[in-house]
């Protein structure tokens, strides 16, 4: 029997929860993963950024918050999506991502849990989702959640703006595996290191 083209094919299917995995791994260090979330908020017309970094042992969390312009519900799942940009399309001069991935692929290679919650500029609400990596290996599909916990700190200063994003990082990978001891030392490190990397990559936009 002859196959037509359209017949004349087998479908491959892919796993989201192993592609997300796949992105974890993809070389990040925290420097370039941070980075990679200030690029965000740079393309929104940030005028200030802000990067939290909370002691709590291993529930300790890092948190960049910017005033850029925010973006509405429908656009903060469009983010979520993996390879949300055709890369082969013409982009804004100031767009400095690319792929698509970058939101994801930062945020999960430094943590198993993140939140990304906005207020876009002209609207009073603040939109949150929330990716769970575990959540999401246990029904082996990739979903986002809206944040159901009362405010964090991070949307508790998006509220004091006129618009806005943060992206908090928890349940860091890096401290996942280290004694209490080795986990201040560590955060410690990232504290110092961040400074003269940021200063260095975006001297350009620091005042």
């Known amino acids: 029997?002859?196959?037509?083209?359209?017949?004349?094919?087998?479908?491959?299917?892919?796993?989201?929860?192993?592609?997300?995995?796949?992105?974890?791994?993809?070389?990040?260090?925290?420097?370039?993963?941070?980075?990679?979330?200030?690029?965000n908020s740079i393309f929104a017309e940030a005028k200030n950024i802000w990067i939290d970094v909370e002691w709590k042992d291993r529930l300790s969390n890092i948190t960049i918050t910017d005033d850029g312009?925010?973006?509405?519900?429908?656009?903060?799942?469009?983010?979520?999506?993996?390879?949300?940009?055709?890369?082969?399309?013409?982009?804004?001069?100031?767009?400095?991502?690319?792929?698509?991935?970058g939101l994801k692929g930062a945020s999960l290679s430094q943590c198993d849990f993140f939140t990304v919650s906005s207020k876009p500029l002209g609207s009073n609400n603040i939109v949150s989702r929330v990716w769970d990596k575990e959540y999401n290996r246990k029904i082996n599909q990739v979903v986002v959640k809206p944040n159901l916990i009362p405010p964090t700190a991070a949307e508790k200063r998006l509220s004091n703006l006129s618009s806005?994003?943060?992206?908090?990082?928890?349940?860091?990978?890096?401290?996942?595996?280290?004694?209490?001891?080795?986990?201040?030392?560590?955060?410690?490190?990232?504290?110092?290191?961040?400074?003269?990397?940021?200063?260095?990559?975006?001297?350009?936009?620091?005042?």
Do not use: C
């Not at 973006?71 to 055709?86: A, P, T």
């Not at 201040?184 to 350009?204: A, N």
């Open 1 to 39: 029997m002859m196959l037509n083209d359209k017949d004349n094919h087998i479908a491959i299917n892919v796993s989201p929860v192993l592609v997300s995995e796949i992105l974890a791994e993809s070389g990040y260090t925290p420097n370039s993963a941070i980075s990679d979330l200030i690029d």
């Open 69 to 101: 312009n925010g973006i509405n519900e429908s656009e903060i799942d469009d983010k979520l999506i993996m390879g949300s940009q055709d890369f082969t399309q013409e982009r804004d001069i100031k767009d400095l991502g690319r792929f698509g991935v």
């Open 164 to 207: 806005g994003t943060s992206i908090t990082l928890e349940k860091l990978r890096d401290l996942s595996w280290r004694s209490k001891k080795t986990q201040e030392v560590f955060l410690d490190r990232f504290i110092t290191q961040l400074e003269p990397h940021i200063s260095q990559y975006f001297h350009k936009y620091l005042q």
